[in-house]
């Protein structure tokens, strides 16, 4: 059986990355190739039984690999067992771009490409794209590609759109459920409008903020969420502004979710009002959790969030918009129990990770078919 090496950032706890995520879910659903990911020491016992690993890194919490520990997975793959196939499942950069191409000439072998998240702009893609087989995670991002690549006149590999994977998840607890909420210090009477997002990157915080009033206005006994992650040193300065702003009013503002499935599972609805997902992949792994649980999600309707199926798109901004989106969702009746089932349905019929693995193994086939055929 043909063997796949996923390169990527290290297949270890902690799982808040969607790259990471991805690459799990994956490499664990593979029925044609045979799975090899790049993990740690620690890491090599809690790999899905079937995915072989190989401890090239040496440590797993950072959002960024250190420099170090990506001159020794490039060394391992130099100097490693030789694999069939590379699957590199990064966000374009020059660096990994140049490595990968060295690599890729030393060891002749054929290369998938995931656009893990996309840069701001597409540009010099002479740099960037190294892959036989290109895949994106968005029509906005295979979009964004094709006009960057008419701009600078770059050939581009073929190029597939694949959603991220959600794996099969289990209904968290009573128990799981009521400690999320005792976390946050709320009742059980209240009811959670989560926004599971960046502070400082995109206008996310912003419409939730404007939202606080007007939803707990029509509805008294919702509580508001922020949960958001140091991803960068100006989150907890934003945090601290944010909860200036709405001090005295019914929401949360936490870094510290101990178990991101029970708060979803406790949450009424989740919104993603954002407009720039940089630093994240196209459809966030989080709202994927929250449809597969039955959880309504609304997402703005702009860019690679068009393609989140199963969630409610909205069209504006403003806050009264976003208000009369929710509301619906929020409020028991036909439109709230329509959206948990067109939830579940696209994580089970379009994210599952057995249907992800599916596309990806095409892609893989295909280009080992392509390398064999310039090898005659």
């Given at each position: 059986?043909?063997?796949?090496?996923?390169?990527?950032?290290?297949?270890?706890?902690?799982?808040?990355?969607?790259?990471?995520?991805?690459?799990r879910?994956v490499?664990?659903?593979?029925?044609?190739l045979?799975?090899?990911?790049?993990?740690?020491?620690?890491?090599?016992?809690?790999?899905?039984?079937?995915?072989?690993?190989?401890?090239v890194?040496?440590?797993?919490?950072s959002?960024?690999?250190?420099?170090?520990?990506?001159?020794?997975?490039?060394?391992?793959?130099?100097?490693?067992?030789r694999?069939?196939?590379?699957?590199?499942?990064?966000?374009?950069?020059?660096?990994?771009?140049?490595?990968?191409?060295?690599?890729?000439?030393?060891?002749?072998?054929?290369i998938?490409?995931?656009?893990a998240?996309?840069?701001?702009?597409?540009?010099?893609?002479?740099?960037?794209?190294?892959?036989?087989?290109?895949v994106?995670?968005?029509?906005?991002?295979?979009?964004s590609?094709?006009?960057?690549?008419?701009?600078?006149?770059?050939?581009?590999?073929p190029?597939?759109?694949?959603?991220?994977?959600?794996?099969?998840?289990?209904?968290?607890?009573?128990?799981?459920?009521?400690?999320?909420?005792?976390?946050?210090?709320?009742?059980?009477?209240?009811?959670?409008?989560?926004?599971?997002?960046?502070?400082?990157?995109?206008?996310?915080?912003?419409?939730?903020?404007?939202?606080?009033?007007?939803?707990?206005?029509?509805?008294?006994?919702?509580?508001?969420?922020?949960?958001?992650?140091?991803?960068?040193?100006?989150?907890?300065?934003?945090?601290?502004?944010?909860?200036?702003?709405?001090?005295?009013?019914?929401?949360?503002?936490?870094?510290?979710?101990?178990?991101?499935?029970?708060?979803?599972?406790?949450?009424?609805?989740?919104?993603?009002?954002v407009?720039?997902?940089?630093?994240?992949?196209?459809?966030?792994?989080?709202l994927?959790?929250?449809?597969?649980?039955?959880?309504?999600?609304?997402?703005?309707?702009r860019?690679?969030?068009?393609?989140v199926?199963?969630?409610?798109?909205v069209?504006?901004?403003?806050?009264?918009?976003?208000?009369?989106?929710?509301?619906?969702?929020?409020?028991?009746?036909?439109?709230?129990?329509?959206?948990?089932?067109?939830?579940?349905?696209?994580?089970?019929?379009?994210?599952?990770s057995?249907?992800?693995?599916?596309?990806?193994?095409a892609?893989?086939?295909?280009a080992?078919?392509?390398?064999?055929?310039?090898?005659?």
């Amino acid at each position: 059986m043909p063997r796949v090496l996923f390169v990527s950032k290290p297949i270890a706890p902690p799982f808040h990355d969607g790259t990471k995520c991805l690459v799990r879910d994956v490499a664990a659903a593979l029925r044609e190739l045979s799975p090899v990911v790049l993990t740690t020491r620690e890491g090599l016992s809690l790999l899905p039984p079937g995915v072989e690993g190989r401890a090239v890194y040496g440590g797993s919490g950072s959002f960024a690999p250190a420099l170090a520990d990506n001159a020794r997975a490039a060394f391992a793959l130099l100097t490693g067992p030789r694999d069939d196939l590379w699957h590199f499942v990064f966000a374009p950069n020059a660096r990994t771009g140049q490595v990968a191409r060295l690599l890729k000439r030393a060891r002749r072998l054929p290369i998938v490409q995931t656009v893990a998240s996309p840069p701001r702009h597409f540009t010099g893609l002479s740099r960037l794209i190294f892959g036989d087989e290109l895949v994106v995670q968005s029509r906005a991002t295979a979009a964004s590609l094709a006009a960057a690549a008419s701009a600078e006149r770059f050939e581009l590999p073929p190029v597939t759109v694949i959603p991220p994977p959600v794996a099969a998840i289990s209904r968290p607890s009573e128990d799981a459920v009521r400690q999320a909420r005792a976390e946050l210090g709320l009742r059980d009477a209240d009811r959670i409008v989560l926004y599971p997002g960046d502070l400082e990157v995109s206008s996310g915080a912003e419409i939730s903020q404007a939202l606080v009033t007007p939803l707990t206005e029509r509805f008294p006994d919702a509580v508001v969420v922020f949960a958001y992650r140091n991803k960068t040193p100006h989150a907890a300065e934003r945090a601290a502004r944010l909860r200036r702003l709405l001090e005295g009013k019914q929401v949360r503002i936490t870094d510290r979710v101990s178990s991101m499935h029970a708060l979803l599972a406790a949450s009424r609805v989740v919104i993603f009002p954002v407009d720039d997902l940089w630093g994240k992949v196209d459809q966030p792994i989080v709202l994927l959790e929250a449809l597969s649980l039955g959880v309504p999600c609304a997402v703005l309707d702009r860019g690679p969030l068009r393609d989140v199926v199963g969630a409610a798109k909205v069209t504006s901004v403003d806050a009264r918009v976003w208000l009369d989106a929710v509301t619906p969702l929020f409020a028991d009746g036909p439109a709230r129990r329509a959206a948990e089932a067109e939830g579940r349905d696209a994580a089970s019929r379009v994210y599952a990770s057995g249907v992800v693995a599916r596309a990806y193994e095409a892609i893989y086939l295909r280009a080992l078919a392509g390398a064999r055929t310039n090898a005659s």
